[in-house]
């Protein structure tokens, strides 16, 4: 007989638009995904191809209040588009990629920024800086039957009513479809995979208390507390 030898987690789920539960497979980021943050981290913005990194689907959530994370300093806020697939593949082309996707939505790419910093100094990997817990806020997701496909409009984060970052889809140096392509020539993509986008310039640091809002034109948008 088989038996879970303790009852498992419940599923990471996200709330959509319309009804309905999101369940969260795994969650990929593209870093410097527009070219002044790429210049803003000492990146270059027209490097090719794009690099990902991942978080743990339980690191996910889209609670109002948000625990400000332990060892560290520094911890920043990065805004994003999130895309959520609903179905899966690998080598997808990229004129095809949009049969794949879900929904979107937004999402804050919280980074403990002095833990990076020294993971990249020393060549190690940044899942402490990165993959924490809480470490993923996003909001609602929208179907794309409901919103369709955005290419452009503004995103935008703001701290305590403050804007902070502001950009345009548009300026993404890979658009959505090309990312979901690269990205299935690396792994098989599947329905509940999410994918953070990239931030646009102005990342920088929170502290407890900070009420954080990304909004993306069309789309959606979230808010949190640290505490």
Not at 109 to 120: N, S, W
Not at 142 to 158: S, V, Y
Request: hydrophobic residues 40%.
């Amino acid at each position: 007989m088989t038996f879970f030898v303790f009852p498992p987690p419940a599923p990471t789920v996200l709330p959509v638009s319309g009804g309905g539960l999101f369940p969260v497979r795994r969650v990929f980021c593209v870093g410097q995904n527009y070219a002044e943050h790429a210049r803003e981290m000492g990146g270059d913005p027209n490097r090719d191809p794009p690099f990902f990194f991942t978080k743990p689907a339980d690191a996910v959530t889209c609670a109002p209040r948000v625990a400000f994370p332990p060892m560290t300093e520094r911890l920043d806020y990065e805004g994003e588009l999130v895309v959520a697939l609903g179905t899966g593949g690998s080598s997808i082309a990229v004129d095809k990629a949009q049969e794949y996707i879900f929904g979107y939505t937004v999402g804050c790419d919280l980074t403990r920024r002095d833990l990076q910093a020294v993971a990249k100094k020393a060549g190690r990997p940044w899942d402490m800086g990165k993959g924490f817990d809480f470490s993923a806020a996003v909001g609602v997701v929208h179907p794309a039957t409901e919103i369709g496909h955005p290419t452009e409009g503004t995103i935008r984060l703001a701290v305590n009513g403050v804007e902070k970052q502001k950009s345009d889809l548009s300026q993404m140096t890979w658009s959505v479809a090309e990312i979901i392509a690269h990205l299935s020539t690396y792994v098989t993509v599947a329905r509940g995979d999410l994918i953070f986008t990239g931030t646009p310039s102005g990342v920088g640091p929170l502290a407890r208390g900070d009420t954080v809002e990304v909004s993306v034109t069309g789309v959606t948008s979230h808010l949190f507390t640290l505490v």
